[in-house]
């Protein structure tokens, strides 16, 4: 299942997959900046506002149910701030993981 996702200028809707019942907006923000190939490090955050109840997430800890539809829109960053989206932590853990994968079925 998914949610549906579109930035305010868009025509269409995209899907992004969510595992269970629900995704986190902190989630749903990482799956947007990667699909969009926004890069790591941005000098802006989104918005993400509910189409059908205009309601807006603004806890990143906040779970939206699969099969709603959102309006993103980007939200400059204060001069000079950058919000990274992606640690290196979680990046070196990925890494790990592809690696062990590949000498496992390799």
Not at 4 to 19: A, H, M
Not at 70 to 82: C, D, S
Request: aromatic share 8%; with cysteine.
């Amino acid at each position: 299942m998914s949610v549906r996702f579109k930035f305010k200028n868009d025509l269409d809707y995209q899907p992004i997959p969510c595992d269970g019942f629900h995704i986190s907006v902190r989630d749903l923000k990482r799956s947007i900046i990667r699909s969009k190939k926004f890069g790591k490090v941005t000098d802006f955050d989104l918005v993400v506002t509910n189409s059908q109840t205009n309601q807006v997430y603004l806890d990143d800890n906040e779970l939206i149910s699969k099969n709603t539809t959102l309006i993103v829109q980007r939200a400059p960053l204060g001069e000079g701030k950058k919000k990274v989206w992606e640690d290196e932590t979680s990046i070196s853990a990925s890494i790990a993981m592809a690696t062990h994968s590949v000498t496992m079925s390799g």
